[in-house]
């Protein structure tokens, strides 16, 4: 899974000068070694290696190319009071747009998306867990991909956060089934539960393997192999996942 950038509420400093002008990205700490990981060895060999880690800032209108003209569209179909309250912050970086959205107005935000014909996201590409445990009261991070094919191919990266201590996000299965697997896998790796998911159980950890292995604070090497046989049970035995 790719990472991405994370969310948070920029400052007054940050805020460009005018309209249309690019802000500066805000520092939000150091990011050490490779991957970042807090707990066990760096076994990459980069373990002297220190980066800042910076965050876009909110972004202005205008906003340029078709962004305006979507974040007008998806405002018209939620309304402006349900659009104020969702989308907490917009960000375009490297050309591409990010919006920000609050979880509890997650479902009918991607709702929008996926039938207002002016909008029409039919496909979601995907699902990315990110873990910025420095991102205080949001440090797991979901972040959905989506494309349009009937407007044009446009592109849509919508992002949602949930701290560690309530760590759930409602599920978007109900309205793109095939984020099915995507959230298996945001689960098993980040630990992100998805409310209303059919069956979130492990896609590719054993059951009961301990703890999310792409969390920052998962150790880093030294993790014992269990080799546990190689028969398969018949298939009634087998998990079911109705």
């Keep these: 899974m790719s990472e991405q950038t994370p969310s948070v509420d920029a400052g007054g400093d940050n805020l460009p000068a005018g309209p249309g002008a690019v802000p500066e990205p805000i520092r939000r700490g150091e990011r050490r070694g490779m991957f970042g990981a807090s707990k066990g060895g760096d076994t990459s060999g980069y373990g002297g290696l220190v980066r800042p880690v ?28 349900t659009y104020g309250a969702a989308v907490h912050q917009v960000v375009i970086d490297r050309g591409e747009m990010t919006l920000h959205v609050r979880r509890e107005h997650l479902l009918e935000v991607l709702r929008a998306l996926r039938d207002d014909p002016a909008l029409r996201f039919e496909l979601c590409l995907g699902v990315s867990g990110v873990n910025y445990p420095d991102d205080i009261g949001a440090e797991l991070h979901a972040v959905y991909h989506f494309h349009s094919i009937t407007n ?86 087998r998990r079911s996942y109705s």
């Design 54 to 81: 910076l965050y876009p800032a909110p972004s202005v209108r205008p906003y340029g190319g078709y962004f305006d003209e979507l974040a007008d569209t998806l405002e018209a179909s939620l309304g402006g009071d």
């Design 152 to 237: 044009g191919n446009r592109r849509l990266r919508v992002e949602v956060t949930c701290p560690d201590a309530d760590p759930h996000i409602p599920s978007a299965t109900e309205i793109y089934p095939a984020t099915n697997w995507h959230e298996r896998e945001t689960w098993d790796m980040f630990g992100i539960v998805f409310d209303g998911h059919p069956a979130l159980t492990r896609i590719l950890m054993p059951d009961d393997w301990p703890g999310h292995p792409q969390r920052k604070d998962y150790p880093l090497g030294g993790i014992p192999v269990e080799y546990k046989g190689g028969t398969v049970p018949p298939p009634d035995q």
